[in-house]
Nanobody
Framework: EAQLVASGGGLVQAGGSLRLSCVASGFAFDDFAIAWFRQAPGKEREGLSCIDIRDGSTYYEGSVKGRFTITSDNAKMTVFLQMYNLEPEDTANYFC?????????????????????????WGQGTQVTVST
């Protein structure tokens, strides 16, 4: 069974760091791009970052660029989101999605704007809470 499992969330003080993991199984990880999203209560889903597993290309949404780093360990079929200098506004449920790499071949910026049905696999989310 194909799945994504997100973990690593927790409670952290403002200015702190967390590293989230998205572990894939049951599908051809190397052919995909993995994206991180977040959603806070009462707010729309926000795309954060994306990595093309085929070549390591990355993309970051403006609000997290410079604070978050996306990487992958292909041997472990895992994508990480390292988050630094966290702010209370980063409090949300964080989750990952996988879409075919060819869908971002033209531009990595497309990754976070792809439609839901283009993501073949979704993780369940991990809660990040940043206190003041």
């Amino acid at each position: 069974e194909a799945q994504l499992v997100a973990s690593g969330g927790g409670l952290v003080q403002a200015g702190g760091s967390l590293r989230l993991s998205c572990v894939a199984s049951g599908f051809a990880f190397d052919d995909f791009a993995i994206a991180w999203f977040r959603q806070a209560p009462g707010k729309e889903r926000e795309g954060l970052s994306c990595i093309d597993i085929r070549d390591g290309s990355t993309y970051y949404e403006g609000s997290v660029k410079g604070r978050f780093t996306i990487t992958s360990d292909n041997a472990k079929m895992t994508v990480f989101l390292q988050m630094y200098n966290l702010e209370p506004e980063d409090t949300a449920n964080y989750f990952c999605g996988a879409l075919r790499g060819f869908l971002v071949s033209r531009s990595m910026a497309l990754c976070l704007t792809r439609r839901d049905h283009e993501f073949e696999h979704w993780g369940q989310g991990t809660q990040v809470t940043v206190s003041t």
